[in-house]
């Protein structure tokens, strides 16, 4: 993992020093201007660039062979797609270069003569980040490509006018570890601090309630910050 600078409490507080974030001994605070990324096996299918994963789906173009042009196909719960006349196909856990690869070899397999073949992502649906609390559509979305806090907060609509504050809390799992960031969105948005990245599997909650709840009176010192909060659970999931 990263490192990551401790941030003494006292220094925000001006009071003794407490660790403990929402009651809980385990939990740390840190400064640091992003969380580390996940790392591979702790996402279900990698993180960059995007792996195809269980109920994906792709749009594979074979040029030039008119029955085999712009073909839909799901890739099913063992990672697997049936593409006639290469048969069953497992390309789970595969970039979309690879697959592509491996499509080429099978139609080659299957007197297919100089298969070109392009794949494209229809649907994303296994690597997902989940936006929650006071935004005007709270759901998963699809991680494609590099998704930042600002544009993963665009895709779930913006925050509602109900939203009084603008701090938001990422989580994530990282190593095995629970770990989670309170950033400012109008400081991203002027250029304060970076825009931070969004992993597969990332939780973004909005809202002044969740944050307080977390970061407890934290929050009321946000002016004097001068990076984003970070705070990691050492007790693995």
Known sequence: MLPLAVLPIAALSGCAANNQLGGDPNLQVYAGAELPPPQQSDLASGIRPYYIGPYDKLTIDVYGIAELAMRDAQVDDTGRITFPPAGRIELGGKTILQAQQIMVERLRAAYVRDPQVTITIKEAQSQNFTAEGEVARPGAFPVVGSMTLLRATALAGGRTEFTAK???????????????????????????????????????????????????????????LTTPLLIVNSIKP
């Open 166 to 224: 603008r701090h938001v809390v990422v989580f994530r799992v990282v190593e095995g570890q629970r770990l989670a960031a309170l950033y400012d969105l109008k400081s991203i948005e002027q250029g304060a601090h970076p825009d931070p990245q969004i992993y597969p599997n990332d939780i973004i909650v909005y809202g002044e309630s969740s944050a307080k709840r977390l970061f407890k009176d934290l929050i009321n010192f946000s002016p004097l």
